[in-house]
């Protein structure tokens, strides 16, 4: 059984996985916890009326929480314009081996042993090579597809790898 999709990243798609794959890990989830402890930290200062510094603290929760959150938009969009592979569709075949990428003359087989975990969220499904290398697969471009393609990573992959719901 041989199912074929075709993948065009845009810099959305490698925001919302750089959203995921940041927030999902410790550090993400501690710099969020730090933002908030600041900002609980600004709301303690200027209830007891000092207010220059909870200026202070309300400036440094904004930088580690917002201006972050537009780095990573800012990075991601850049690197869908910087990377060539990013500048065309891949061709995805799934198979009982694994799946195979073309994209112009260049092939790439990967097994699904050689996967780490598959990941799937409302919108995508992550296939993580290593722990911070994945391929990102939008649901919509899978179309019809996606349960087949679902079907062969449960068959072929332990279900402790495989975390979609």
């Known amino acids: 059984m ?5 993948v065009q990243i845009t810099a959305k798609d490698m925001f919302r996985f750089q959203l995921y794959h940041n927030y999902t890990r ?17 709301v ?11 200026f202070i603290w309300f400036v440094c929760s904004f ?8 780095f990573m938009k800012n990075k991601s969009k850049l690197q869908v314009q910087r990377v ?6 891949v061709e995805y075949e799934f198979t009982e081996i694994g799946f195979t990428a073309r994209q112009g003359e260049v092939e790439v087989t990967n097994e699904w042993d050689a996967i780490e975990k ?3 969220t409302k919108r995508y499904l992550y296939f993580y090579m290593s722990r911070v290398r994945a391929i ?5 471009s899978m179309g019809d597809n996606y349960e ?4 062969l990573v449960r068959e072929h992959m332990p279900a402790e790898k495989v975390k979609v719901k």
């Not at 041989?2 to 075709?6: E, F, I, N, P, Y």
């Not at 303690?44 to 909870?54: L, P, Q």
């Not at 060539?84 to 569709?89: A, G, N, R, S, V």
């Open 84 to 89: 060539e592979m990013f500048q065309h569709p």
């Open 2 to 6: 041989s199912t074929k999709v075709k």
């Open 148 to 151: 087949t393609i679902l079907s």
């Open 44 to 54: 303690i200062d200027i209830t007891t009326g000092n207010a220059s510094a909870s």
């Open 136 to 140: 990102i697969f939008p649901k919509e």
């Open 118 to 120: 598959v990941v799937g």
């Open 63 to 70: 930088v580690i929480m917002v201006f972050f959150f537009f």
């Open 26 to 42: 410790f550090s993400g989830i501690f710099g969020l916890l730090i933002g908030l402890g600041l900002m609980a930290l600004g």
